[in-house]
């Protein structure tokens, strides 16, 4: 965390662009408390209009002159123009440790408005297919890490995440856990096989499910309440033999070239489509995961973008090597250029949440409403996100220049305040998960305490 964020809190943080806003600086601490009869000299400084010595006609630079309030704060109202980056420089009494201080706030332009962001993971896995850790334990590491949302979506089953759902029913807390799975159809013989990855993010019911002989069934049954949830009525339970006639009807009704497998396409189809109807979002995964060659056909994953069957693709997510987020970044890009634009997320798709280098590679900031399945659904689609890479220690992002832009002043300014409050929250929920029946009066005794954050740093 930034020093500056040690010293001064400065709010809101986030307000509308091109209107008159009240900001508050109030020092934390004596070590930085503003002398009470000086006039401190403050300059702010659009970040994207350029600086008052080499661009004069641009520069919006603006001068005050202000003595802190009674309670210490000093406070200043300002037209923040346009959406951008603010730069609040502090010129400081002489004998002053430091000459000057800089802070910084954000403003917004009015579709952002209302928006705030919430931090998740859309794909990862625990002990129920191939990770280490229980659902519940999975879920609270995650919060503890600064995640307001996150789905389990294990291979081939979908209960694990009603496991993790049901964990925290009776507990308060403000983490959002939705339904998931990773989709994995039943393959037949050479003309029926796809192993196209994808992702069932807050789907009502299971897509692995609908078909006989699934790990979901197998393990758990294939009773309604244990394969569906949030009151949506699923499918009835088909033969593999009748999965692969609809599939093949389907494909007949598709333009499939040659070169492109067209089971694989239709299957595809067939499963996004079902994500759809149970009011999910499907979620196109790592064609660049290399397993010993690339997880998807080029040509295939090419007409994917062109056809969109998909809600979002995982652009980033999983590996550390180069080739994975790395071609997944390049061809989002370039197809985006060629008028393809998809909505993106990013996610770990981690085996382990403890220990593990990859345990955090990745992640999705969401600009919704509401920390909730449906507005983080619909604002996915409707491209308010950014993925955000933690392989290395300095986080990259992609996504709209403009969201990216934001995020990263948020990354700088507001989510290290929120991570903290994150784990707290997660650290009490493991106790909780592990039976520490105790942890419940906490997690009542703290709950709120994100909200009223995001009330005090946003002005919306």
């Known amino acids: 965390m930034k020093t500056e964020l040690h010293y001064y809190d400065v709010f809101p943080k986030v307000i509308p662009a091109d209107t008159e806003s009240e900001i508050t600086i109030k020092p934390l601490g004596a070590h930085t408390a503003f002398l009470p009869d000086y006039e401190y000299h403050i300059i702010i400084s659009p970040l994207e209009f350029g600086t008052p010595y080499d661009y004069p006609e641009t520069s919006l630079f603006e001068e005050y002159y202000i003595k802190p309030c009674a309670d210490g704060c000093l406070r200043l109202r300002h037209r923040f123009v346009s959406e951008q980056q603010h730069f609040i420089k502090i010129n400081l009494p002489e004998g002053s440790r430091d000459r000057q201080v800089r ?271 449906e507005s983080l659904i619909s604002s996915i689609k409707d491209f308010y996100s950014v993925a955000v890479d933690t392989i290395s220690d300095e986080f990259r992002m992609v996504g709209d220049l403009r969201l990216v832009k934001y995020a990263t002043f948020l990354y700088q300014e507001f989510m290290p305040l929120h991570d903290e409050l994150c784990f707290e929250e997660g650290r009490l929920m493991k106790d909780y998960a592990c039976g520490d029946e105790s942890a419940a009066a906490a997690l009542a005794f703290i709950n709120g305490r994100m909200k009223k954050q995001r009330e005090k740093y946003f002005k919306f």
């Open 103 to 373: 802070l910084s706030v954000y403003s917004v332009f009015p579709d952002l408005i209302g928006r705030y962001p919430f931090v998740g993971d859309l794909h990862m896995h625990t002990m129920r297919s191939d990770g280490r850790q229980s659902p519940a334990v999975v879920a609270a590491n995650y919060r503890k890490h600064g995640y307001d949302f996150l789905a389990i979506t294990d291979h081939r089953r979908y209960y694990p995440s009603l496991e993790a759902i049901n964990a925290y029913k009776d507990v308060k807390t403000e983490f959002c856990l939705v339904t998931g799975e990773e989709v994995h159809m039943p393959k037949g013989d050479a003309k029926h096989k796809n192993d196209v990855h994808i992702v069932n993010f807050g789907g009502g019911y299971s897509v692995n499910a609908l078909v006989e002989g699934s790990d979901h069934v197998n393990e758990v049954g294939g009773e309604r309440e244990l394969r569906s949830f949030y009151g949506v009525d699923c499918p009835d339970i088909i033969s593999q033999d009748e999965f692969r006639a609809q599939v093949d009807a389907l494909a007949d009704t598709l333009c499939i070239p040659d070169g492109v497998s067209k089971f694989a396409y239709a299957c595809c189809v067939w499963v996004f489509n079902h994500i759809k109807k149970s009011g999910g979002l499907g979620i196109f995964c790592h064609p660049y995961w290399i397993s010993n060659v690339f997880q998807v056909p080029e040509a295939l994953t090419d007409f994917m973008f062109e056809h969109k069957p998909f809600d979002a693709f995982e652009v980033l997510g999983g590996e550390s090597y180069y080739e994975q987020n790395g071609f997944q970044a390049i061809k989002y890009y370039e197809q985006k250029a060629k008028g393809n634009a998809v909505p993106i997320v990013g996610s770990t798709d981690s085996h382990s949440s403890v220990n593990n280098a990859n345990g955090f590679i990745a992640s999705t900031v969401v600009f919704a409403p509401e920390n909730t399945r």
